[in-house]
């Protein structure tokens, strides 16, 4: 029998999933509501109504299944629980980029990982190349721009 493979994320990952799931899930009994009010008006083939109603069940059922699968597969993981000299999941990161102009980063799970807000996923080029990595070893990773290079100055689990 295959493993279940599981789904590192931060609390507040787990949270918002969470969330959504109940959001879509409260949302089922409207889009009922909406194909029967469809359905009353008649002819089904050119009701437009209907066809949109079915299609917004079929999207939120999808993304039920989908949303579901991963809170079933969730490893919550408090980063203050963390420690030691490496970069692992949840660990946040000061990097001195080529201009020396520091950078910080927190390695989170696919699902939560913005750049614009410094959290980054560990399957992402830059998270591959930070995990396992030590203060003060230089990092090169190729990115859609060229390679970049970036010294890791401090890591810490907050």
Request: glycine content about 6%.
């Amino acid at each position: 029998m295959a493993s279940v493979e599981k789904l590192p994320m931060l609390a507040e990952g787990y949270e918002k999933l969470t969330a959504e799931l109940k959001a879509l899930r409260e949302e089922r009994p409207k889009i009922v509501d909406a194909i029967e009010e469809a359905r009353a008006h008649g002819d089904l083939s050119e009701n437009a109504e209907y066809h949109a109603a079915k299609e917004r069940q079929g999207q939120v059922e999808a993304t039920i299944a989908d949303l579901e699968d991963r809170v079933s597969r969730a490893q919550i993981i408090d980063p203050a629980t963390l420690s030691g000299d490496k970069i692992i999941f949840g660990a946040t990161v000061t990097l001195l980029d080529d201009d020396e102009k520091p950078v910080k980063y927190q390695i989170v799970g696919p699902y939560e990982a913005d750049a614009k807000k410094g959290m980054i996923s560990y399957n992402s080029p830059l998270g591959k190349a930070l995990i396992g990595r030590k203060v003060d070893e230089e990092i090169e990773v190729t990115v859609p721009s060229g390679d970049k290079f970036y010294l890791v100055q401090k890591i810490e689990f907050i």
